[in-house]
């Protein structure tokens, strides 16, 4: 395997990614059986968690997309959340998974959270690939988490820097002075 130059080092290989995907929806699909759902990915981060995850979902399931700002081009959350877009349907009464990239602070998914249960959902779950809970300020855990990983500033397999790096397959440790540059 190549290192990607602005990497330090891999942190979570391709292939450990794709059998702990495998696992969480085994793990979901048992827990949904005979439902039908509402898969939200929170943009962009999550997106190729959740084309990879879908297609281990052995129930109903309809996708739908939310997106809001975290750090813009800062590896720090300013707390501060924007909405970019919306969810296109209503899930009043309907059985909603919230699918993440990583929960940090917990400040995105605190008020993500709350914006959806003030829309009356039937049931609401969140799932991250990745935690980072020892940096979290805010009271909040994942339903279903694939890794539980340190405090380092990871990109990746969806997570970016400024917008790049989404495309590289593995979650690798970003050098420490491609963000100080
Ligand atoms: P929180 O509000 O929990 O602090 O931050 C959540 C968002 O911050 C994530 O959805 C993600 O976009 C971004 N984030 C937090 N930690 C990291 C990280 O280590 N790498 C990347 N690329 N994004 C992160």
Known sequence: MILHKDLEKVLISREEIAAKVAELGQQISADYEGQEVV??????????????????LTFDVTLDSISVSSYGHSTHSSGVVRFLKDLDESIEGRHVLLIEDIIDTGLTLKYLTENLYSRKPKSLKICTLL????????????????????????VGYGLDYGELYRNLPDVGILKPEVYRA
């Open 39 to 56: 898969a939200i990915c929170v943009l962009k981060g999550a997106i190729i968690f959740t084309a990879d995850l879908l297609r281990h």
């Open 131 to 154: 935690d980072k809970p020892s940096r979290r300020l805010v009271d909040i855990k994942p339903d279903y988490c694939g890794f539980t990983i340190p405090d380092s500033f990871v």
